[in-house]
């Protein structure tokens, strides 16, 4: 095919912006069918792209050199990578406190803690939360390990924790719903109906990812949520913090070699616990959501299959009704290659259109999600990218078949159409 003059590619799109104007709301909802199938696809994986950042973000909340030591048998199952872990036995509480005291004389900072109840009522005279509050009971040095800073109030006294007094720390989720007007130091209450605890200070907020939520806890004393709520199931954790992500790899073999000995396991043998790093359970949670990924993209690309089946047919039909133009303009000299570029021009002009109208839509409904999620909005370069390319891929596979067509017509013929 000899090469084409830029005046006859510019004069095809100037024709095609004329013809558009004069059917503008076929073209407007021709645009609209594109568009629609560009907001699934770009839609659907910013929506992916934010809960991977939403996963990653909070993971990395935690420390990038932090770790925790705890029961294993936890399944991750989301596709078919899911991992699946092999059932071992509980950490009772007193293992959990001289594996920690252990390596505070090693000077390796770590802390015990337990969600005792991960799905409480929280009643505060005739108050109370929805039943999805938290319980974690922790120990002296848990803001420092899990980065939990106070709005108001204080943490725990080391008498209020060696006494097991009634004291609690709230979130502020759970403060905002029993203490509107921010009074909530220095009241009490009622974890389920049981005794009263007073609390004594408000974290400040984190974030609710939808995966980790520490606004929405209730923060007692590790002595005492052990003694009033503790079950046959109780199984401890102990979070660790390296001195600087360079020594996490050193501070995980000493925190293994000490936790080994406490169980009196013989060189060789299986450890009987499990070593979490924020990093990898982040890292599996990311993988696994590759093949949702996968699943959104496949929706996309059908829902834009249909897209481009239409964009065809309403192709082929202009391409019925304007038969005595094409006609006039081959009696005129305009030769197949003219026709063709004119017509595969409309195609590709009502693509890009519609490609730029379903990557804002789709922008929108996928950081919908980071609204959910209170994430930060991600704007995907990539997808944004992919979706106008695809719009292009779009006009010009639907608009060629129209377009040879309309460029295949006996002049004669046409011209004699009505």
């Known amino acids: 095919m000899r090469k084409i003059p830029f005046s006859v590619l510019a004069e095809a799109f100037t024709m095609a912006v004329q013809a558009l104007r004069a059917q503008l709301l076929r073209a407007i909802l021709t645009a609209l069918i594109i568009a629609i199938g560009i907001t699934a696809l770009v839609g659907m994986l910013t929506a ?3 809960m991977e950042s939403s996963i990653s973000g909070q993971f990395n909340s935690m420390g990038a050199n932090t770790f925790t030591i705890q029961q294993g048998g936890m399944n991750i199952q989301i596709g078919r990578n899911g991992i699946r872990e092999k059932e071992q036995p509980q950490i009772p509480l007193r293992t959990a406190i001289k594996l920690r005291e252990n390596l505070e004389r090693k000077g390796i900072l770590a802390s015990v803690s337990d969600y005792a109840v991960r799905t409480a009522t929280i009643f ?8 999805n509050v938290g319980i974690l009971v922790a120990d002296k040095n848990y803001p420092e390990v899990s980065a939990i800073e106070l709005a108001e109030g204080r943490y725990f006294s080391p008498i209020e924790l060696n006494e097991a007094r009634a004291v609690a720390v709230i979130g502020p989720d759970v403060a905002a719903k029993l203490f ?15 005794k009263p605890y007073t609390i004594i200070g408000m974290t400040a907020a984190k974030g609710n990812t939808g995966f980790m939520n520490n606004d929405n806890v209730v923060f007692l004393p590790l002595l005492t949520g052990h003694h009033d709520f503790a079950n046959a199931n109780s199984s401890y954790v ?3 913090m390296a001195p600087s992500p360079l020594e996490l790899d050193a501070t995980i073999d000493a925190a293994t070699a000490s936790m080994r000995a406490i169980r009196k396991l013989r060189p060789g043998e299986e450890n009987n616990f499990n070593i979490r790093r924020s990093d990898s359970l982040s890292a599996i949670l990311i993988e696994s959501l590759s093949s949702v990924s ?13 897209a ?14 304007r038969t005595r133009e094409i006609g006039t303009r081959k009696a005129l000299g305009a030769n197949q290659q003219i026709i063709v570029l004119q017509f595969l021009a409309e195609a590709i002009l009502v693509s890009v259109i519609g490609g730029f109208m379903g990557t804002i839509m789709g922008l929108a409904v996928g950081n919908g999600m980071a609204v959910i999620m209170s994430s930060p909005a991600v704007f ?3 997808w944004m990218i992919l979706a106008l390319v695809v719009s292009v891929l779009v006009g010009i596979l639907s608009g060629w078949y129209p377009a040879r067509q309309a460029a295949k017509l006996d002049p004669i013929e046409a011209l004699r159409y009505e």
Request: charged share 15%.
């Open 238 to 240: 102990t979070s660790v």
């Open 294 to 306: 996968m699943g959104a993209a496949l929706i996309g690309f059908i829902t834009l299959l249909g």
């Open 124 to 131: 505060h005279e005739g108050a109370e939360t929805n039943p």
């Open 308 to 321: 481009s089946v239409a964009l065809m047919n309403i192709m082929l039909v202009s391409v019925t009704e």
């Open 180 to 194: 509107p007007k921010g009074d909530a130091v220095g009241k009490r209450i009622r974890i389920n109906g049981t």
């Open 48 to 50: 992916t792209s934010v």
């Open 380 to 382: 995907p370069v990539q």
